[in-house]
């Protein structure tokens, strides 16, 4: 994994593409998440909110402003790139059962824009830190931004 489309691994019934040859935008990394997971095997399917691990999200100090007034809200969104995931498969047969579903129909990282989001339960705030229940993103994950959330029917 790694580098987008480096990984040669096709299951049966995937349909992999060449991507297009530049991007049409670009955006600044504003910190990185830290997880217990080190690779994506490890990670959950979804995070937990109440009884997941405790994890870290780094602000980068340049961004520092930007967090004012943050712990006032309880949940967050939290929007990151899934870096090590393969960009280039339309079709993907996930549960490696031959059965395929095209790659907007699915929550997998495997997709032309690797963007993810989770909904976090804000626990502390450490200066630039921010300490949260809810990930469920490899260790070293790059972050793009962060959003509150407002969920009334969490715990």
């Known amino acids: 994994m790694g580098e ?16 297009p040859a530049k991007f049409n935008a670009s955006l600044f990394f504003i910190g990185v998440i830290r997880t217990p997971w080190k690779n994506r095997a490890e990670c959950p399917r979804r995070g937990d909110l109440v009884e997941g691990p405790i994890c870290r999200i780094e602000i980068d100090p340049v961004w520092e402003d930007g967090l004012s007034d943050i712990g006032e809200h309880e949940h967050l969104q939290i929007l990151y790139w899934m870096h090590l995931a393969r960009r280039d498969l339309l079709q993907q047969s996930p549960k490696s059962d031959g059965n395929t579903l095209g790659t ?5 990282p495997v997709r032309p824009n690797p963007i ?10 450490q ?10 993103c490899v260790d070293g994950t790059p972050l793009i931004d962060i959003k509150p959330e407002h969920c009334p029917h969490s715990p």
């Open 116 to 125: 993810s989001s989770s909904i976090v339960r804000l626990l502390e705030v």
């Open 127 to 136: 200066s630039t830190t921010l300490l949260v229940r809810g990930l469920d």
């Open 104 to 108: 907007f129909a699915l929550r997998s």
């Open 4 to 19: 987008p489309g480096a990984n040669s691994d096709i299951r049966p019934g995937e349909i992999p593409i060449v991507l």
